[in-house]
Every structure is written in structure tokens, then in C-alpha cells.
């Protein structure tokens, strides 16, 4: 669920205010202090609450906990936790602000070193001390200062001394390279800085990185340069790298830079399931579900769908509600409405309204779709507009105030 600011609900609170024009509502409730009521100069006292509530919110529990992470990261004076940090977590989409604030002390703090070392004598000793502290960290500043530690070195001196004598190994230094490029790949990417990541991920991916090459082909895609997209993608899923042969499916699926081949997307999609990936079992659900490389089975799309609904994948929650409410069943389709709703998801949240509001799948209930339809619309879903103040209509005062606290614990990812 994302958290909203003050002025956000204050501002959804005025611009709803007035949608009814129906003066037996009005009648009804009391003059009622629904959110959605109307605010003429002031907000009513059920707007001020929920204005009140939401401005009371610093984040949901995910995100206070990543910044405690991060603030306890940053109140300590060492460099290598944050890279810890960031190798953790490089591909976690939810840290991504968090991971880049973190990489840019991180390389900061690098910056820091490598003036510090500027005005150290360019000797092995130095140099010693300065690998034996920040080459995990910060391989690039390294790298310079052994740099001009060889600069300095007199020729003769040179010759009959061990190449690199005093230097941080070769293997040692490459290995850290190498790997520093990779997770500034794969954090670049993560927090969707593409133009930055398309430089960074070139290289790990040329040497064999199979998570960097699906980046790379990932990347193609969104320059819409298929034929790049699919030979990055081939490289990956070589390796058997799930999302990598996912995407090549999908690439197959739809004869984007390969030729088209329902089959062999169908067997890629299955390989990459088979890895456990969320996605991957979404999408072989809906082959199934459309026939796509095989003969269509409802059945089968139930199972695979549900495997990746069970690992938290919301459009799986969506697309199985989608079957049961087209055979009929929306008794089967409302639960997963319902835990995709609690997930944040608006579109689960006002489908779930309707759910609610039709008595489709279970009773309706009036009080649920009004709730349903306030969290839709607060969380992005513009359609629940008018359904709110359909359902506020056939709402008592005291209904109204308990659906304000069913909103308010929502907005706070708390259910009874």
C-alpha cells in the first residue's frame, strides 16, 4: 500500500467533496462526515480525521524498517557495510531508494579515501595500507593509487623487482573490480537509473555475468532493439538463469527477434518455473490459460497461477479472480480479490468493491464496497469516484464512521 501525504488525502478530500447531489443522502446521514462529503470552505470532521491519520504516517513497516537499516548504515563510520548492504539487497526493487542514498555515501566515502591517498607518498607501504582497508570497497581508488605507485617506481628499480611487488594482486584486484561493477549493474538497474545501468552492466555481461546479460537484454527490450534483446537473452538462459529464460520465452511468445515459437516459449517459460520464479509461473499459467504452446487447460492455468499467487505475485491474484468470475464462480474469485486488495493492489481493491457492492461471490455488503472503493480510489483508481458515493448514499452515519476506521486501518496495512 502506498503511504499517503497529508495533502494528498486533504486534496482527494476537497476534490471529492460535492460529487453528490443527493439531498436525501445528505438527509440521511445527518449532514454526514464522510470523507467524500461535501467540504465547501472547510473539510468535514471525518476528512480532518483521515487528513489527521495520513499525515501521522511515515511509511509502512517495510519502509521504516529499511530506513532504520539505513540510518544505522549511515551513523557508522565504515565503508564496507554499506557495500555488504548493497550486495544483499542490489536486486530488491522496494529498497530502491534506499539503495541509492546508500551507494552514494558509499561512494563518497570512497571519494574521501582516494583524496586522502592523494597526498600520501606513492610507495608500497601506502599502498599496502590502503588495500588492506578499502580494496573490497573502493577496487577503482585502489586501482589509481597502485597506479601511481608503479609510476613512481625508478626504472632500473622496476626491473629487478617482482612485477607489481606490493600491489594488491592481480586476482585480487580484478576479483574486486569485477565484482564492485556487477552490483553497481545490478543496483542501477534495480532503481531504474537505465542509461546509467546500460554502461555498467556491458561489461560483467560480456564476461559471462548471467544476471547482468538479462539486464543487458532487458534494457534492448525497453529500446526496442529485439535482436539485441534476444541474443543477451539467449546468453542468460544458457546459463539457466530463470528470469533470463523468461524473458527469451516471452521474446519467443511473441517473435520479437526470434522467430515466433509457442512451443519453445512454453518450454523456456516451464524451465524459468521450475526455478521457482514468481513471474515464470504466472506466465505459464496463462499459457495455459490461452493455449500458447500447448492446448488450453483451465485446470492447469489454476495450478500455476496459484503456485505464483502463493508467492505474493499480484497480477496472479487478478488473473485467477479473472477465471472464476468468467466460469461463473465468483465465489472462488473474491478471496484472491481480497488478498491482493490487502496487498496494495488498487485495481484488486475496487474490483473487490464490486465484489462487495454486486453481492457477487458472497454477500453484499455496502459498508466493505464503500471501504473497498475509498482505499481504490486513495490508492490511485479513479473509477471508484462515483461507486463511492453510490454506496455512501445507502449508508447510515454511524456505517459511515465505521467504514472510516476500516479506511484508516487499510491505509496503515492493519485487517481484522
Known sequence: M???????????????GGCSSQPEKEQAASGSDTILGKSGEFLTAQGRRLADFASSLTGSKDRERFQAEVDALLGQPLIDPLTRYLEQHSGDEARATYLAKVAGERDSRCQVIAKRYA?????????????????????????????????????????????GAGSPGPTALTES???KEANNCYMLFTIKNYRQALEACREPAQHGDAKAQHHMASLALTNRDHEAAAAWATRSAGQQFAPGQLLLGNLYKD???????????????????????????HELGMAHQQGIGTEASPARAVQFLTQAANLGHI????????????????????PWLLQAARKGSARAQYLLGDSYARGRGGTADNKEAYVW??????????????EIDRQAALLTSAQLDEAQVRIQSGLNGQWN
Open 2 to 16: 502506498r503511504v499517503l501525504t497529508a495533502a494528498l488525502v486533504i486534496s482527494l478530500a476537497i476534490g471529492l
Open 119 to 163: 597526498g600520501e607518498a606513492a610507495n608500497p607501504q601506502n599502498l599496502q595500507r590502503m588495500q588492506r582497508g578499502y580494496l573490497y570497497s573502493c577496487p577503482g581508488e585502489v586501482k589509481a593509487f597502485a597506479s601511481r605507485v608503479d609510476s613512481a617506481k625508478p626504472a632500473a628499480a622496476a626491473r629487478q623487482t617482482t612485477p
Open 315 to 334: 497480477p496472479a491474484h487478478l488473473a485467477l479472480a479473472a477465471q472464476f468470475e468468467a466460469e461463473n464462480q465468483p465465489e472462488k474469485a473474491r
Open 373 to 386: 472503493y475509498s482505499l481504490a480510489l486513495l490508492n490511485g483508481e479513479s473509477r471508484a469516484k462515483p
Open 177 to 179: 573490480l569485477s565484482r
Open 255 to 281: 517473435g520479437r527477434g526470434v522467430k515466433k515459437d509457442p512451443a519453445q516459449a512454453l518450454k523456456l517459460m516451464q524451465q524459468a518455473a521450475d526455478g521457482g520464479l514468481p513471474d515464470a509461473l
